[in-house]
Each structure stands twice: as structure tokens, then as C-alpha cells.
């Protein structure tokens, strides 16, 4: 339990998550139209490919680094029309990570968001182009961003997705991710695979939106405290629901994890270490927000959502 | 043979092979050493990653697209340093579609460069994210060339680099191809495939080097003329090179479009008419830079480069 433990009692929870969805409705509405607008329609060249890049995107999901960029942007005073290219450049590049994990390569998943995964639905060869193209598409849209934003903030916002995406952020987390698996696991490789394989998408989400929305160092500084403490927290609630969820209310199948020996907080610390570890993050998370005021409450809701989700 | 035919007399020919070597030269050792600077270094995490990044990118290629970069940038008065960090990103796009391109899924071709292809060394996964750490690394050289450009340039240059990948470019023209083989080939397909396979980034490769370097609205199009015209001429030589080509010239297999009934110009047109079209298509690239003086002489020098190789 957090030292603010009143934030966690049961009818400030419940408001929370009332208030929660009334935030979320509107803003869901948006990123799923955007998106829809903003994939390629199928026609008569290339044939299949706008089809699986849409089956992987569209129908299903959180949006939570759409919501995250979205809610940081408000924070700092902007609105969600003036980032939602980038928002939605970010799911797009959640999605591509999703198909290329799944592969028979890598984690051999068939199932995600209670469908056939993307190489199960439309073959190897597509699934990997479909990754590829909804990754290109996501830097199409960020060049997009430049018709709301300065280009220098645009460049910014570039060097930190190109940044969280590369070697040194998400590929380079799956990397040693597949690589640690039937392996013994340090503490720190675990860090470096849970601060890159997630975290680095989440917390860039949260500054892409702070950067695009115009905050102050200060501001920003606060927004990578938050934002890495939150990526933590998410890949740990990940790790967690992988041993303990329901396949049915996830859309994916659990226990993977513990089948294949990967490096995961459970397997490292155990359960309930894991479940401190986590709500310990939240509370850095919300610690972050301090300077903030009813302005941040989103960002404040999300990070309980993050914590106490059961999908 | 084309109407200027005097520029192809073997005095001329061999006069201008010496000056492209002298061009070529100092420009390919930067190309090297900024490639090798800027790709990751091998360390402690993620293991394999660097290693598969740097395997498929150095020692061996023509950089082509880092040149045409260069040389337009030049044509249009600026210089090689202002544009090195794009030149780069267009090279290391180039080598991540080389690798997906070259998994069992798709090509399925073990030889690369006169060496085993990536997954061969590195096995399928890391291929996979060795590709996706490439393509993710393009964008943060991108980024990178904000020290050297105005931010608006540079995300003008995102957008047609991104466009140029993705669906409606490269990524589109390879699900094109490999959905192509062993059917009946139309030539709107044809035309469909080898516009976006490799001719999209020829172009945005020369494009890229006239926006960065401030070309005026008039060069810019006589340059997207050119970029176009070679790369048509680039693909339908490639293609009659996977024909008639040595294999160990070419550092690869040939004949694999042949036994895969991949779309190709002499599947198409036979090789005398393949032929005759890349000549066209090279003497259209060189009508295209009739506005320029001796400023595009490399210009000139690569379309002959291009459409009279042996590899």
C-alpha cells in the first residue's frame, strides 16, 4: 500500500474510475476515428496489406500511449486535436511491435485481443511487412504533427519515438527479452529489458504529448519522472497478469511467460514483491505530479488504471 | 541507344567512369566512417543487436542512395557534411529492407554481399529486430540532421521518407512482389511493383539531398524527374541482371526471379526491349538535368553508373 493510502480508499477509487471513463469516452472515440482515417484504405495496389495493417490495429486495444501523449499535452495546457497525429503515430508503433513480436520467430503468439494474430490471419510474409509499413506510417503521421505543431518541436518529438523505438529503446528491450529466456536473470538485465521493452514507448508518449503541448523544463522534467516510473509500473502489472489473469478478459493467452523461462518480475522476486514493486511505482508516478494540479488529474487516473487493471 | 549518343562514346564513357571514381572516392570513405560512427557500438546490452545492425550495413553495398543524396545536394550548392546524417538514414533503410526482404518468409535467399544473409548468421528473431533497429535508427539520423538543417526542411524530408517506405512505397512494392509471383503479371502491376520497390527511395534519396540542401521549386522537380527516371532505370537493370548477371560479381544468386516467376521487365518485355527501356529511362534522367551546367555532372556520371553496371 502507498504512503497515500486515502487516494486508494474505495469511494475515492470508484469516483476515480467514473471520472476515469467519462475522460476516456470522448477521447477513445477520437483516436479510433483518426485512426481509421489515418490507415491506408484497401484497394486495388497493394493488395493486403492496408487490410493487415488495419486488422492490427483497428478493434481492439487500450490506446493507452495515444491516452498518455493526449492527457500530458492537456496537462501542459493543449488540447488533443493539436497531438493527435503523433497519438496516434504512438499506437501505430504499439501495434507494429505487437505483430513482429508475435511471429513464430519470436514468441510464436496466435492469439492477441481475442483474434488470430497478424501472421496466423494473413501469412509470415505479410505480418512482417505489415509491421514494417505500419512503422513507416507512424513517421508518416509524425510529419503530419508538423501541420498542428512548430517543426522544431516536431523534431523533437522524432528524435524520441526514433529514439524509444531503436536499439537502445524497445527492439533492444525484445532483443534481450527472447535472448534471456531458460536463462538465469540478473536484476540488471531485468532492468534493462523492463525499462526498454515497454518503458520506453510509455515514457516517450508521455513527453511527446508534454514537448508538442509546449511544457516548461520544469514541467517536463516531472513528466519523465512520471512517465518512467509509469512504464515500470505497466511492464511489472504486465508481467503479473501473465501468471495470475484470465485469458478470456486479457484477449491473449497467460502463462506464457513461465513456459518459455522469460525474465519477468514474478520470476525474479515473486508475486507479492512484484505487486509492492508496482505500487510503489504508482506512487513515484503520482509523486511526480505534485507540481501539478486538477489539470494532471488524468494523467493521475491513468496511472491508477495502469496499477489496478485486470487487462 | 539513345539520341545523345555521342555522351556513351567509349572515349567519353571511360573519361567519365575516371571522373566517378574521383567522385566517388573521398565521398564513399565518409559515407563509411560516418556509418560506422553512428551505428551502435557492440557492449554489454542488448547483446547480438549491434553486431546483426552493423553485419548488414558495413563492408560491403554501393551506397547508391547515400550518393544520390549527396550529388543532388551538391547540383544544388550545398555540400556532402550538411547532408551526411539523411545520406546515412537512406543507406540503413536500404539494409533493413535487404534483411526482411531476404527471410525465409519472403526471398528466402541465403547469400548477400557474398556473404550468408542476416538470419543465416544471426538467426531469424534478431533479423527480424536487427531490420526493425535499422529502420528505427534511420529516423534518429533523421533527427540528427536538425544540427545541420532548418527543422522545416528536415521534416519535409521526414515526410517523403516515410512516404517513400511505406505502403504506398518500398514496403507496398515488395507485398506487391512476392503476392505477384507465379501468376500471370499485368503491366499495371508491373509498373505498380517497380516504382515503389526500389524506385520510391531512389527518388526520395535524391529528393531528400535537394530539399536539405535548398534547391529551388524549378530544380526540385527536374530532380524528382530524374530521381524517377532512375529509378525505374535501377530495377529494370537489377532485374535483367538477376538474369544475365555473375553471381559472384554480384555477390548474390541469379536467376531466383526466373524460378520463382517473380513480375520482372524481361519476363515481361524480353531482354532485348528491357534493354532498350533502361536506356530510355537513362536518357530521360539526363534530359531531366538539362537545366543544370557541370554542378550535376556526378548526377550524370551515376544514371550512366547505374545503367551500365555489372552488379
Known sequence: M????????????????????????????AIEQALDQWLPAPGAHPRQ???????????????????????????????????????????????????????????????????????????????????????????????????????????????????????DGMVGGQVEDILSEHEPVSPATLAYIH???????????????AILGGATPEAEQALHAYGTALGLAFQIVDDILNETGDPARLGKATGTDRARQKATYPRLYGLDASRARAQQELQNALD???PFGAEANPLRWLAHYIVEREQ
Open 195 to 209: 525499462s526498454r521493452k515497454t518503458g520506453a514507448l510509455i515514457r516517450a508518449s508521455v513527453l511527446s504529448g
Open 49 to 167: 496489406l492496408p487490410e493487415a495493417m488495419r486488422y492490427a490495429t483497428l478493434d481492439g486495444g487500450k490506446r493507452l500511449r495515444p491516452m498518455l501523449c493526449i492527457a500530458a499535452a492537456e496537462a501542459v495546457g493543449s488540447t488533443m486535436q493539436q497531438v493527435l497525429p503523433t497519438a496516434c503515430a504512438l499506437e501505430l508503433i504499439h501495434a507494429f511491435s505487437l505483430v513482429h513480436d508475435d511471429l513464430p520467430a519470436l514468441d510464436n503468439d496466435t492469439l492477441r485481443r481475442g483474434k488470430p494474430t497478424c501472421h496466423v490471419q494473413f501469412g509470415e510474409a505479410i505480418a512482417i511487412l505489415a509491421g514494417d509499413a505500419l512503422f513507416a506510417h507512424a513517421f508518416h503521421l509524425i510529419a503530419l504533427q508538423a501541420e498542428h505543431s512548430p517543426a522544431e518541436r516536431v523534431v523533437r518529438v522524432l528524435q524520441l519515438i526514433a529514439d524509444a523505438t531503436g536499439v
Open 2 to 29: 502507498p504512503s497515500d493510502s486515502s487516494i486508494l480508499s474505495d469511494g475515492l477509487y470508484m469516483r476515480t474510475n467514473t471520472a476515469l471513463d467519462a475522460y476516456l469516452q470522448p477521447r477513445l472515440k
Open 288 to 290: 511526480a505530479l505534485k
